[in-house]
Protein backbone atom coordinates (compact mmCIF):
# COMPACT_ATOMS: atom_id res chain seq x y z
CA UNK A 1 0.00 0.00 0.00
CA UNK A 2 1.57 3.44 -0.58
CA UNK A 3 2.83 5.76 1.70
CA UNK A 4 1.78 8.77 2.50
CA UNK A 5 5.02 11.27 2.52
CA UNK A 6 5.60 14.38 4.35
CA UNK A 7 9.29 14.75 4.90
CA UNK A 8 12.57 13.06 2.98
CA UNK A 9 16.09 13.41 3.81
CA UNK A 10 18.78 13.21 0.55
CA UNK A 11 22.04 11.91 1.57
CA UNK A 12 23.88 12.98 -0.97
CA UNK A 13 23.84 16.40 -3.06
CA UNK A 14 25.38 14.97 -6.52
CA UNK A 15 22.89 14.95 -9.57
CA UNK A 16 20.78 12.19 -8.30
CA UNK A 17 20.22 13.52 -5.06
CA UNK A 18 19.25 17.01 -5.97
CA UNK A 19 16.75 15.80 -9.04
CA UNK A 20 15.26 13.15 -6.57
CA UNK A 21 15.17 16.60 -3.86
CA UNK A 22 13.91 18.50 -6.83
CA UNK A 23 11.14 15.92 -8.29
CA UNK A 24 9.72 15.32 -4.20
CA UNK A 25 9.84 19.07 -3.43
CA UNK A 26 7.55 19.01 -6.62
CA UNK A 27 5.62 16.48 -5.44
CA UNK A 28 5.01 18.74 -1.92
CA UNK A 29 7.63 16.84 0.16
CA UNK A 30 9.52 18.89 2.44
CA UNK A 31 13.31 17.93 1.50
CA UNK A 32 16.62 18.28 3.47
CA UNK A 33 19.38 17.31 1.45
CA UNK A 34 23.13 16.22 3.33
CA UNK A 35 26.00 17.45 1.56
CA UNK A 36 29.72 16.00 3.04
CA UNK A 37 31.68 18.82 1.03
CA UNK A 38 31.69 22.02 1.97
CA UNK A 39 29.90 23.01 -1.27
CA UNK A 40 28.09 21.63 -3.66
CA UNK A 41 30.41 22.75 -6.55
CA UNK A 42 31.64 19.63 -8.38
CA UNK A 43 34.85 18.26 -9.71
CA UNK A 44 35.54 20.13 -13.17
CA UNK A 45 34.46 18.01 -15.39
CA UNK A 46 31.51 17.78 -18.04
CA UNK A 47 28.53 15.34 -18.32
CA UNK A 48 26.69 14.37 -21.35
CA UNK A 49 22.94 13.58 -21.10
CA UNK A 50 21.01 11.82 -24.00
CA UNK A 51 16.92 12.94 -24.78
CA UNK A 52 16.32 9.42 -22.15
CA UNK A 53 17.34 12.05 -18.95
CA UNK A 54 16.44 15.16 -20.50
CA UNK A 55 13.04 13.86 -20.50
CA UNK A 56 13.60 13.27 -16.89
CA UNK A 57 14.52 16.70 -16.59
CA UNK A 58 11.17 17.94 -18.25
CA UNK A 59 9.22 16.71 -15.45
CA UNK A 60 10.97 18.52 -12.54
CA UNK A 61 10.62 21.88 -15.10
CA UNK A 62 14.52 21.72 -16.45
CA UNK A 63 14.77 20.42 -19.57
CA UNK A 64 14.22 23.24 -21.69
CA UNK A 65 16.89 24.88 -19.82
CA UNK A 66 19.62 22.44 -20.29
CA UNK A 67 19.13 22.42 -23.54
CA UNK A 68 19.36 25.92 -23.92
CA UNK A 69 22.54 26.13 -21.69
CA UNK A 70 24.29 22.85 -23.30
CA UNK A 71 26.07 22.55 -26.23
CA UNK A 72 24.41 19.99 -29.16
CA UNK A 73 26.70 17.56 -29.97
CA UNK A 74 27.34 17.41 -33.19
CA UNK A 75 28.27 15.26 -36.08
CA UNK A 76 31.57 13.06 -34.87
CA UNK A 77 32.04 9.30 -34.44
CA UNK A 78 34.82 7.08 -33.65
CA UNK A 79 38.91 7.10 -34.94
CA UNK A 80 42.05 5.55 -34.64
CA UNK A 81 44.95 6.22 -32.74
CA UNK A 82 46.00 7.21 -36.16
CA UNK A 83 43.19 9.17 -37.21
CA UNK A 84 41.10 6.95 -39.35
CA UNK A 85 37.25 7.33 -38.74
CA UNK A 86 36.07 3.88 -38.03
CA UNK A 87 32.78 4.88 -37.59
CA UNK A 88 30.82 8.20 -38.16
CA UNK A 89 27.76 9.30 -36.54
CA UNK A 90 25.24 11.91 -37.49
CA UNK A 91 23.70 14.36 -35.34
CA UNK A 92 20.49 15.11 -37.23
CA UNK A 93 19.97 11.38 -37.51
CA UNK A 94 20.54 10.53 -33.54
CA UNK A 95 18.29 13.33 -32.92
CA UNK A 96 15.57 12.38 -35.15
CA UNK A 97 15.42 8.53 -33.99
CA UNK A 98 15.74 9.58 -30.12
CA UNK A 99 13.62 12.23 -30.51
CA UNK A 100 15.78 14.65 -28.98
CA UNK A 101 19.60 15.83 -28.84
CA UNK A 102 22.68 14.97 -26.83
CA UNK A 103 23.84 18.00 -24.81
CA UNK A 104 27.06 18.81 -23.48
CA UNK A 105 27.17 20.82 -20.21
CA UNK A 106 29.95 21.36 -17.09
CA UNK A 107 28.43 19.57 -13.94
CA UNK A 108 29.10 22.58 -12.45
CA UNK A 109 26.05 23.99 -14.45
CA UNK A 110 23.71 21.11 -14.25
CA UNK A 111 24.05 21.43 -10.35
CA UNK A 112 23.27 24.76 -10.10
CA UNK A 113 20.20 24.97 -12.09
CA UNK A 114 19.36 21.41 -9.84
CA UNK A 115 19.45 22.98 -6.59
CA UNK A 116 18.01 26.50 -7.91
CA UNK A 117 15.05 24.36 -8.19
CA UNK A 118 14.95 24.04 -4.32
CA UNK A 119 14.15 26.10 -1.32
CA UNK A 120 16.89 28.38 0.45
CA UNK A 121 17.31 26.12 3.61
CA UNK A 122 16.62 22.36 1.97
CA UNK A 123 20.43 21.98 1.12
CA UNK A 124 22.90 21.73 4.13
CA UNK A 125 26.50 21.34 2.88
CA UNK A 126 29.16 20.80 5.50
CA UNK A 127 26.94 17.54 7.05
CA UNK A 128 27.90 14.22 7.03
CA UNK A 129 25.32 12.24 7.62
CA UNK A 130 24.98 8.90 8.66
CA UNK A 131 21.67 6.36 8.58
CA UNK A 132 20.35 5.15 12.21
CA UNK A 133 17.29 3.39 11.26
CA UNK A 134 16.40 2.64 8.23
CA UNK A 135 12.13 2.43 9.40
CA UNK A 136 9.70 0.59 8.65
CA UNK A 137 6.32 1.46 6.49
CA UNK A 138 4.18 -1.29 7.96
CA UNK A 139 2.10 -1.43 10.71
CA UNK A 140 3.00 0.04 13.37
CA UNK A 141 5.06 2.42 10.69
CA UNK A 142 8.19 3.28 12.33
CA UNK A 143 10.30 6.40 10.56
CA UNK A 144 13.82 6.20 9.58
CA UNK A 145 16.52 8.17 10.87
CA UNK A 146 19.71 10.12 10.16
CA UNK A 147 22.30 11.82 12.49
CA UNK A 148 23.97 15.32 11.60
CA UNK A 149 26.63 16.97 13.28
CA UNK A 150 23.64 18.72 14.62
CA UNK A 151 21.27 16.28 15.72
CA UNK A 152 18.99 13.65 14.32
CA UNK A 153 16.72 13.61 11.39
CA UNK A 154 13.46 11.62 10.97
CA UNK A 155 11.94 10.97 7.46
CA UNK A 156 8.89 9.41 5.57
CA UNK A 157 12.17 8.79 3.41
CA UNK A 158 15.70 8.57 3.01
CA UNK A 159 17.43 9.12 -0.54
CA UNK A 160 20.41 7.59 -0.69
CA UNK A 161 22.70 9.16 -3.32
CA UNK A 162 26.10 8.81 -1.52
CA UNK A 163 27.88 7.88 -4.56
CA UNK A 164 29.71 4.39 -5.38
CA UNK A 165 31.42 3.95 -2.28
CA UNK A 166 27.88 4.20 -0.41
CA UNK A 167 27.76 4.08 3.60
CA UNK A 168 24.33 3.46 3.10
CA UNK A 169 24.02 0.74 0.59
CA UNK A 170 26.69 -1.31 2.76
CA UNK A 171 24.21 -0.93 6.07
CA UNK A 172 21.20 -2.04 4.28
CA UNK A 173 23.01 -4.85 2.49
CA UNK A 174 26.04 -5.64 4.54
CA UNK A 175 26.64 -9.46 2.38
CA UNK A 176 26.99 -7.58 -0.30
CA UNK A 177 30.84 -7.34 -2.15
CA UNK A 178 29.76 -3.64 -2.96
CA UNK A 179 31.53 -1.58 -5.84
CA UNK A 180 35.05 -3.45 -7.34
CA UNK A 181 37.52 -2.14 -9.28
CA UNK A 182 36.52 -2.03 -12.85
CA UNK A 183 40.38 -2.32 -14.31
CA UNK A 184 40.75 0.96 -15.69
CA UNK A 185 41.45 4.76 -14.47
CA UNK A 186 40.26 8.08 -16.44
CA UNK A 187 41.47 11.63 -16.80
CA UNK A 188 38.97 14.25 -17.07
CA UNK A 189 39.17 18.11 -18.07
CA UNK A 190 37.25 20.91 -19.37
CA UNK A 191 39.18 23.53 -21.11
CA UNK A 192 39.34 26.80 -22.84
CA UNK A 193 40.66 26.36 -26.54
CA UNK A 194 38.99 28.81 -28.50
CA UNK A 195 39.64 28.77 -32.70
CA UNK A 196 40.05 24.88 -32.76
CA UNK A 197 37.76 23.28 -34.81
CA UNK A 198 37.23 19.43 -34.85
CA UNK A 199 34.47 17.18 -34.57
CA UNK A 200 33.29 15.11 -31.90
CA UNK A 201 35.46 12.10 -31.38
CA UNK A 202 36.13 8.87 -29.20
CA UNK A 203 39.17 7.20 -30.23
CA UNK A 204 39.83 3.62 -29.54
CA UNK A 205 43.37 2.48 -28.77
CA UNK A 206 45.06 -1.37 -27.40
CA UNK A 207 43.68 -0.42 -23.69
CA UNK A 208 43.07 3.06 -23.91
CA UNK A 209 40.93 5.53 -25.32
CA UNK A 210 40.32 9.08 -25.56
CA UNK A 211 37.25 11.41 -26.72
CA UNK A 212 37.47 15.26 -27.08
CA UNK A 213 33.98 17.21 -27.37
CA UNK A 214 33.31 20.93 -28.01
CA UNK A 215 31.58 23.05 -25.19
CA UNK A 216 29.72 26.34 -25.56
CA UNK A 217 32.44 29.05 -25.17
CA UNK A 218 34.94 28.13 -26.60
CA UNK A 219 35.90 25.41 -24.20
CA UNK A 220 36.49 21.86 -24.66
CA UNK A 221 35.91 18.62 -22.77
CA UNK A 222 37.81 15.92 -22.83
CA UNK A 223 38.67 12.42 -21.40
CA UNK A 224 40.75 9.11 -21.55
CA UNK A 225 40.68 6.06 -20.07
CA UNK A 226 43.36 3.12 -19.64
CA UNK A 227 43.84 -0.14 -18.25
CA UNK A 228 46.11 0.60 -14.48
CA UNK A 229 46.53 -0.86 -11.49
CA UNK A 230 44.36 0.06 -8.78
CA UNK A 231 45.53 3.62 -7.09
CA UNK A 232 47.94 4.47 -9.60
CA UNK A 233 49.10 7.61 -9.99
CA UNK A 234 51.85 9.19 -12.42
CA UNK A 235 55.41 9.64 -10.98
CA UNK A 236 55.32 13.17 -12.02
CA UNK A 237 51.96 15.01 -13.34
CA UNK A 238 48.74 13.79 -14.72
CA UNK A 239 49.69 15.77 -17.50
CA UNK A 240 53.06 14.72 -18.18
CA UNK A 241 50.99 10.94 -18.16
CA UNK A 242 48.62 11.79 -20.60
CA UNK A 243 51.02 12.96 -23.21
CA UNK A 244 52.91 9.65 -22.86
CA UNK A 245 49.98 7.90 -23.57
CA UNK A 246 48.35 9.80 -25.99
CA UNK A 247 50.78 12.55 -26.71
CA UNK A 248 51.07 10.93 -30.80
CA UNK A 249 47.62 10.69 -31.65
CA UNK A 250 45.86 12.39 -33.75
CA UNK A 251 44.97 15.97 -34.14
CA UNK A 252 43.04 17.87 -32.37
CA UNK A 253 44.76 15.50 -28.97
CA UNK A 254 47.89 17.72 -29.17
CA UNK A 255 46.79 20.85 -28.92
CA UNK A 256 44.30 19.78 -26.04
CA UNK A 257 47.45 18.83 -24.25
CA UNK A 258 49.11 21.34 -25.45
CA UNK A 259 46.45 23.60 -23.72
CA UNK A 260 46.24 21.78 -20.70
CA UNK A 261 47.88 22.61 -17.45
CA UNK A 262 48.77 19.71 -14.64
CA UNK A 263 46.11 21.30 -12.32
CA UNK A 264 43.57 20.88 -14.75
CA UNK A 265 43.24 17.45 -14.82
CA UNK A 266 41.29 15.07 -12.84
CA UNK A 267 42.13 11.16 -12.36
CA UNK A 268 39.49 8.62 -11.03
CA UNK A 269 39.85 5.08 -10.85
CA UNK A 270 36.62 3.61 -12.28
CA UNK A 271 34.49 1.10 -9.62
CA UNK A 272 31.59 -0.09 -10.44
CA UNK A 273 29.05 -2.79 -8.99
CA UNK A 274 29.42 -5.94 -10.69
CA UNK A 275 26.58 -8.34 -8.50
CA UNK A 276 23.36 -6.92 -8.81
CA UNK A 277 21.85 -5.43 -5.33
CA UNK A 278 18.47 -7.86 -4.58
CA UNK A 279 16.56 -4.38 -4.14
CA UNK A 280 16.82 -0.59 -4.50
CA UNK A 281 15.41 0.17 -1.30
CA UNK A 282 14.77 -1.20 2.07
CA UNK A 283 12.29 -0.04 4.97
CA UNK A 284 12.03 3.48 4.10
CA UNK A 285 15.49 4.28 2.69
CA UNK A 286 15.90 4.16 -1.45
CA UNK A 287 19.12 4.11 -3.47
CA UNK A 288 19.82 6.07 -6.47
CA UNK A 289 22.77 6.56 -8.59
CA UNK A 290 25.91 5.03 -7.97
CA UNK A 291 24.55 3.95 -4.83
CA UNK A 292 22.26 1.60 -6.69
CA UNK A 293 23.88 0.58 -9.79
CA UNK A 294 27.67 2.14 -10.60
CA UNK A 295 29.04 1.30 -13.80
CA UNK A 296 31.86 1.84 -16.27
CA UNK A 297 31.08 5.09 -17.75
CA UNK A 298 31.11 3.83 -20.86
CA UNK A 299 28.17 4.25 -22.06
CA UNK A 300 27.91 7.84 -20.80
CA UNK A 301 25.17 6.85 -18.97
CA UNK A 302 25.92 7.18 -15.53
CA UNK A 303 24.68 10.35 -14.59
CA UNK A 304 21.56 9.46 -16.79
CA UNK A 305 20.15 6.43 -15.32
CA UNK A 306 20.64 8.49 -11.93
CA UNK A 307 18.34 11.05 -13.53
CA UNK A 308 16.12 8.29 -14.37
CA UNK A 309 16.25 6.52 -11.18
CA UNK A 310 15.37 10.16 -9.57
CA UNK A 311 12.33 11.06 -11.08
CA UNK A 312 10.94 7.50 -11.09
CA UNK A 313 11.57 7.60 -7.44
CA UNK A 314 9.46 10.62 -6.94
CA UNK A 315 6.69 9.12 -8.60
CA UNK A 316 6.47 6.27 -6.38
CA UNK A 317 7.55 7.69 -3.56
CA UNK A 318 5.22 6.37 -1.29
CA UNK A 319 5.54 2.30 -2.71
CA UNK A 320 9.34 1.52 -2.86
CA UNK A 321 8.92 -2.11 -4.02
CA UNK A 322 6.99 -0.55 -7.11
CA UNK A 323 10.44 1.98 -7.43
CA UNK A 324 12.56 -1.37 -7.39
CA UNK A 325 10.43 -3.31 -9.71
CA UNK A 326 10.81 -0.19 -12.34
CA UNK A 327 14.57 0.51 -12.14
CA UNK A 328 16.79 -2.67 -11.32
CA UNK A 329 15.78 -4.58 -14.17
CA UNK A 330 16.86 -1.69 -16.53
CA UNK A 331 19.53 -0.19 -14.70
CA UNK A 332 21.13 -4.05 -14.21
CA UNK A 333 20.70 -4.53 -18.03
CA UNK A 334 22.42 -1.15 -19.03
CA UNK A 335 25.51 -1.69 -16.52
CA UNK A 336 26.00 -4.83 -18.04
CA UNK A 337 25.94 -3.26 -21.69
CA UNK A 338 28.76 -0.91 -19.71
CA UNK A 339 31.15 -3.43 -19.05
CA UNK A 340 31.02 -4.90 -22.29
CA UNK A 341 31.27 -1.83 -23.86
CA UNK A 342 34.13 -1.34 -21.72
CA UNK A 343 35.83 -4.93 -22.58
CA UNK A 344 35.52 -4.00 -26.10
CA UNK A 345 37.37 -0.37 -25.85
CA UNK A 346 40.10 -1.48 -23.28
CA UNK A 347 41.64 -4.73 -26.00
CA UNK A 348 44.93 -4.98 -25.54
CA UNK A 349 45.83 -7.73 -28.13
CA UNK A 350 47.07 -6.26 -31.20
CA UNK A 351 45.17 -9.23 -33.15
CA UNK A 352 42.07 -8.36 -31.66
CA UNK A 353 41.83 -5.23 -31.81
CA UNK A 354 42.38 -5.12 -35.71
CA UNK A 355 39.43 -7.38 -35.87
CA UNK A 356 37.41 -5.12 -33.73
CA UNK A 357 38.49 -1.95 -36.10
CA UNK A 358 37.54 -3.90 -39.33
CA UNK A 359 34.21 -4.83 -37.60
CA UNK A 360 33.35 -1.53 -36.81
CA UNK A 361 34.08 0.01 -39.85
CA UNK A 362 32.33 -2.87 -41.78
CA UNK A 363 29.62 -2.12 -40.01
CA UNK A 364 29.58 1.76 -40.15
CA UNK A 365 29.45 0.93 -44.02
CA UNK A 366 26.86 -1.40 -44.40
CA UNK A 367 24.08 0.21 -42.52
CA UNK A 368 25.23 3.34 -40.63
CA UNK A 369 21.54 3.19 -38.95
CA UNK A 370 22.36 0.17 -37.13
CA UNK A 371 25.02 1.51 -34.64
CA UNK A 372 22.01 3.79 -33.96
CA UNK A 373 19.41 1.35 -33.01
CA UNK A 374 21.67 -0.27 -30.64
CA UNK A 375 21.25 2.98 -28.41
CA UNK A 376 17.50 2.65 -29.07
CA UNK A 377 15.96 0.79 -25.90
CA UNK A 378 18.11 3.36 -23.94
CA UNK A 379 17.44 6.07 -25.37
CA UNK A 380 13.76 5.88 -25.74
CA UNK A 381 13.04 5.91 -22.21
CA UNK A 382 9.84 7.97 -20.65
CA UNK A 383 9.42 9.36 -17.53
CA UNK A 384 6.80 6.99 -15.84
CA UNK A 385 3.26 7.30 -16.94
CA UNK A 386 1.58 10.57 -15.03
CA UNK A 387 4.96 12.46 -14.75
CA UNK A 388 5.03 12.77 -19.14
CA UNK A 389 5.04 16.06 -20.03
CA UNK A 390 4.93 17.82 -23.78
CA UNK A 391 8.10 17.08 -25.08
CA UNK A 392 9.77 19.47 -27.53
CA UNK A 393 10.48 19.53 -31.28
CA UNK A 394 14.02 17.44 -31.98
CA UNK A 395 15.24 20.45 -33.46
CA UNK A 396 15.28 24.18 -32.52
CA UNK A 397 12.80 26.15 -34.69
CA UNK A 398 13.31 28.95 -37.35
CA UNK A 399 16.20 30.79 -36.71
CA UNK A 400 17.39 28.89 -33.67
CA UNK A 401 17.58 25.68 -35.99
CA UNK A 402 19.46 27.46 -38.70
CA UNK A 403 22.12 28.88 -36.36
CA UNK A 404 22.20 25.21 -34.45
CA UNK A 405 22.89 23.92 -37.69
CA UNK A 406 25.88 26.36 -38.90
CA UNK A 407 27.27 26.00 -35.23
CA UNK A 408 27.20 21.85 -35.97
CA UNK A 409 29.00 21.96 -39.53
CA UNK A 410 31.59 24.58 -37.95
CA UNK A 411 32.22 22.05 -35.31
CA UNK A 412 32.39 19.15 -37.32
CA UNK A 413 35.36 20.30 -39.84
CA UNK A 414 38.51 18.14 -39.13
Do not use: C
Amino acid sequence: MAQVLEKAVVIGGGIGGLTAAAALHRRGVKVTVLERAGSLEPAGAAISLAPNALRGLDVIGLGDGVRALAAWQGDGGLRAPGGRWLSRSSAAAATERFGGPLVLLHRATLIDRLAGLLPPDAVRTATAAHLIDPGDPGAPARPARVSTPDGELEADLVVAADGVHSAVRHLLFPDHPGAVYAGFTTWRTVIPLPGVRFASHETWGRGRLWGTHPLKEGRVYAYAAALAPAGQHAPDDERAELLRRYGDWHDPIPAVLAAVRPEDVLRHDVHHISEPLPAYHHGRVALVGDAAHAMPPTLGQGGNQAVEDAVTLAHHMGDLPAYTAARLPRTTAIARRAVRAARLSMMTHRAGTVVRDTAIAALSKAGPALLLRSFDDIAAWRPPAGDAVSFPAPFPAGEDRARAADDNRDRDRD
